[in-house]
Structure formats: C-alpha cells, structure tokens
C-alpha cells in the first residue's frame, strides 16, 4: 500500500502557517460475487470475474476515516467502451445484481475533503487504480433433449434443460398427450443434478411413450426461450439421448 504524507498550508492574514500534517493510507477497494447457486468469490481491486448471470455484488471501500477530513465513496458502473457511466451509486458499502450479459467495469471514487477549508486533498480513482473491478457474463443457453430414461441407473434419470448459462426467468411443464399437466419445475431446478421430472405422476411411474414439453425461458442477453417438443420417456435405455 502506499502511503500519503499532507501537508496542509493555511493563509491567515498573509501570514502562511504549517496546519496541520495528516497521514492517508490509500484504500484497498474489495468485492465479493455472489452467483446463482450461492457460491462465494472475493475479489481485490484490480481482479476480473467470469460466470453467468444473475450474480449479485458486494462492493466495500475499505476507507478510513481521518481526523480533519470528510470521506465520501462512490461507485462508477461502466459498460464496456463506453466512456460514460451507465450507473453510479453513492456510499462505502454497495450491493448490487447484475443480470444482463456482457462485461461491467466497476470503479470506486473514495475522496478526502478538507474539513477547513472544503478543499479535496485526495481523491483515489480511475487514475490511482488503473485496473478496476471486471465482471464478465456470459451470453446465455439452454439445450431440452428429446428423450430420457429414468431407471435408476444414474444416466439420464431426470428430464431437465442442459447446456444451461446466464438464464434469468424460466418455466417448465410436461404434458401427456391428452394435454394432462404432469410435471412443472422452475428456475430453482436447472442447472443441478437429480432435479426435473422423473417420470411419475402423483409419486406413480408413468408408462413409457411420448410426452410432451413446453419451456418458457430469458437470457441475460434479452433472448427468449420458446420449446415446444416431444419427449421420448424410455426405461429401456441407459446411453446416446439426445
């Protein structure tokens, strides 16, 4: 870290006076992301993240207050290339979701003012830290296969979306070919293992055959999920779904 040494001159009838002298330790701006499932990353100024939307992040300054100065700290959200911030939220600590794909650069402004005379004696930005915060969110994805096998061999057991990234609104139901609602799961159940439609109905397994299934999903990017397909439920058969 670096250390600041200041020394404050004050002008009283003409006569210049040694005021004050202050040390200021620079900040160690830090981060934690939160993904979707709960897990947990830290990141120090400087770090860039990678992962799929939505995630939620935590923002600290880490600033001192000192004797004879006034702290405010700010946050500078910027989209990649763009010169501009798109959003800037004021205080030391923030909490923020972001949801949309792409890289958001993030920059804190922490500022010392002079209680004396109102004059800024420090001030730790994009010219102090000339690596910010990253986070980068990938495009998003899903795949439904057309058939599963749920025999309790371990291998394609639940009928589910795979390939799943950056999903942020998502319905599932599965049909029988009257139009019969058997299964319906939600955002909480893609993207994990043993979750989705086990091929019971009311806790009794259903007969082999075609079943029908509908999706309505969003990505971080905006783009809109529509399936509808068959389902092909086949206890007989353990490899090469697809």
């Known amino acids: 870290m670096k250390r600041f040494i200041v020394l404050i001159s004050i002008i009283i009838s003409g006569v210049l006076s040694v005021a004050a002298q202050e040390s200021i330790e620079a900040p ?86 002079s209680v004396a005379n109102s004059e800024i004696y420090w001030q730790f ?35 589910n979306v795979f390939n799943v990234r950056s999903i942020v609104e998502f319905n599932g139901a599965i049909f029988n070919r009257w139009g019969q609602q058997l299964y319906r799961w939600g955002i909480d159940e893609i993207g994990c293992e043993n979750c989705g439609w086990d091929g019971t109905y009311k806790g009794n397994p259903v007969k082999d055959g075609v079943y029908f299934v509908v999706i309505n999903a969003k990505g971080a990017d905006g783009i809109v999920y529509e399936i509808k397909r068959d389902v092909n439920l086949l206890r007989g058969y353990s490899e090469g779904l697809e």
Do not use: Q
Request: hydrophobic fraction near 35%; charge should be negative.
């Open 28 to 113: 160690t701006p830090t981060a934690l992301v939160v993904d979707s499932k709960g897990e947990l990353t830290d990141l120090v100024i400087g770090d860039e993240y990678s992962g799929e939307a939505p995630v939620t992040v935590r923002l600290y300054a880490n600033a001192d207050e000192v004797t004879g100065y006034h702290l405010t700290c700010s946050w500078e959200f910027f989209k990649e290339g763009e010169e501009e911030p798109y959003l800037v939220r004021h205080d030391a600590d923030v909490e923020i979701e972001l949801s949309e794909s792409g890289k958001v650069i993030i920059m804190p402004n922490i500022v010392y003012t």
């Open 125 to 159: 930005n994009a010219e102090y830290y000339e690596t910010p915060f990253s986070i980068i969110l990938a495009e998003s994805g899903l795949e439904a296969p057309n058939a599963f096998s749920p025999n309790g061999d371990g291998i394609n057991d639940y009928y």
